[in-house]
Nanobody, 115 residues
Framework: QVQLVESGGGLVQAGGSLRLSCAAS????????MGWYRQAPGKQRELVAA???????DYAESVKGRFTISRDNAKNTVYLQMNSLKPEDTAVYYC?????????WGQGTQVTVSS
């Protein structure tokens, strides 16, 4: 079974930065996509950023230029560097790992940005 363990969430003032980390363990295909989704109260879960095992990235328009996703394949870890945070970035952030029809989720980490 695949396990995803997230860390790095917290409370930060607008304009500040946070770095999320997600470490994957277990058995999974080496060719995969890891990413971050978020869900704010009353809203649907949305993609924030994703990165393939070959380094191709995708970002939500709302975070382009502020967030950077990266991964360390040797450590099976994905990172999300979040700069210039805004109150509307407040949400629970979920780590995702997928390949083919397989999808795995972390437990979520709260990010709160105060104005």
């Amino acid at each position: 079974q695949v396990q995803l363990v997230e860390s790095g969430g917290g409370l930060v003032q607008a304009g500040g930065s946070l770095r999320l980390s997600c470490a994957a363990s277990g058995r999974f295909f080496s060719i995969n996509t890891m990413g971050w989704y978020r869900q704010a109260p009353g809203k649907q879960r949305e993609l924030v950023a994703a990165i393939t095992s070959t380094g191709n990235t995708d970002y939500a328009e709302s975070v382009k230029g502020r967030f950077t996703i990266s991964r360390d394949n040797a450590k099976n870890t994905v990172y999300l560097q979040m700069n210039s945070l805004k109150p509307e970035d407040t949400a629970v952030y979920y780590c995702h790992l997928g390949w083919g029809i397989n999808n795995f989720w972390g437990q979520g980490t709260q990010v709160t940005v105060s104005s």
